[in-house]
């Protein structure tokens, strides 16, 4: 069935758009999505399920309106005599019927990279960079069937006011596009909703994470999905150093995975000559350093942060900060899956508009223009119907984005400013850690600096060693890939063959052995594996 939303007399899929965005989401993909999941309905309806589905996706559209008046805005436009005007109840069982999977659907059709190779800003040498993070700051209704699934936030001095969703998301870091998307209670962590979207994860990508997501398990479960990552470590790792790299990074080992770490110290300088900066600890499975030097690695984490602006048009672009409008599970994941649904269909109008612009970059349209254009189009009905011929080109771009190209962002600024926490017996009160300025202040120099790590020396007795595992290292990294017995590993750390101290270290062998950072022979025989391009290195 398809129809064409001009007249609307006595037809009851007219309602059935979301205005310009319908291009994007046709009816014959609603339809097909619909057949797919079981939820058309048997016989026609006033109310059918594909107008069900548009209906949703406009409530995300409409945030601030209620339920009759966003049917209002669907049918505005019409010029119809008979379009069915449905009470609240009616609605409300319109978005029972037609359920959750439908959404979810179209949101998994839609996802993925919008934007072309070539754009600017999107890869990396031959990866495309994308990150993922999550956000806990959704609030639902305050309502025992939402409280039996998410819970209370719990805060120093009690519950919080409203429960807390937490959202996951993998985002492409140069159009900020959805690859991937989970939510569900925040008293799961993030780490475990990241194993959830791995998956979604191919060989052509790389991956920036922030230090929340450094576990050993997740860092293998993405390198076997063949992707590569940039995740900063936390403060308490401390990785093993196998052998040092000209630019001052090393050669490590975590988990069974051949890794370099980055050490780096950040400055950044303001114009009203403040000075701020901090410690990085990057892993990565690019171990090149000639191909990929510390410093151009340090400076591409920073694109890590492209992600809070996906959540700030989510959250405070598209629900202004509001409460989402369901009261139980059931349509609360459908009304997420509609919102990333509607998010995702933005974006790639905003990606399709940029790259008709030669070196057009996708920074530079603003998702606030783009959205008020689609709620235009909805009322008056504007592009509801794809163009042909030789108009079709600016069918393509289309109001919305002809709307985006004419009001462009200026391109991006060096600045800085205070990252504020407000404490939670008061509202006026700010905490900020590192004394950054309240307002906005340019940055006139970045300086990175990359600084080796401090290896111990068993040649030098005024030097104290940093640790047995160090040693060790130096021990077995001097004869790359031959195993060594405990006795002889002693006997190079000034240890007893035999007794207690041979115990102790034959055990600390084992624990290491477990934790995937020596590899076991045979009984008390060890042997650390290193990278190829260490085998022609003399060791650290």
Known sequence: MTHSVTDGTGDVFAPGHIGELTQVIPPELVDAVLDETGAREQRLRSLPSRVGVYFVLAL????????A???NKLVAGLRATRVPQPSEKALRDLRRRVGVAP???LFDVLAGPLAQPSTPGVRYRRWR????????????????RNRSWLGRTQRRHGPAGYPRLMLMTLCETGTRGLIGAVFGPATKGETDYAHDLVGHLTSDMLLLADRAFDSNELLKDIAAQGAEFLIRATSTRRPPVLALLPDGSYLTRIGGLPLRVIEAEIHSRTADGGDFGGTYRLLTTLTDHRTDPADHLVRLYHERWEIEITYLALRHTLLKGRVLRSKDPMDLTQEMWGLLTLYQALRSVMVTAVETMPGGDPDRAGFTVALEAARDTVVSLVGTTAGSGPSSRFDLVGRIGTRVLHTLLPGRRMRLSARIVKCGTSRYN???RDGRPRDDTPITSIEITVRPPTLPSNHDPGQAPSGRWDLVCQILAANPN?????????QHLGLASTGRALSSLTAQFCYWARNGRLIRTAPSTYKI???????????P
């Not at 995300?60 to 339920?67: M, T, W």
């Not at 700051?137 to 025992?144: A, K, R, Y």
């Not at 031959?482 to 002693?490: F, K, L, Q, V, Y």
């Open 482 to 490: 031959e195993a060594m017995h405990t006795r002889d590993i002693a």
């Open 529 to 539: 594996t290193l990278p190829e391009v260490l085998t022609s290195s003399a060791g």
């Open 103 to 105: 959404l979810k659907g």
């Open 430 to 432: 700010i905490w900020n």
């Open 129 to 144: 960079t994308v990150a993922f993070d999550g956000c806990g700051s959704l609030s639902v209704p305050d309502h025992e």
């Open 60 to 67: 995300g559209l409409f945030e601030y309106l209620g339920a």
């Open 69 to 71: 008046l966003v049917w």
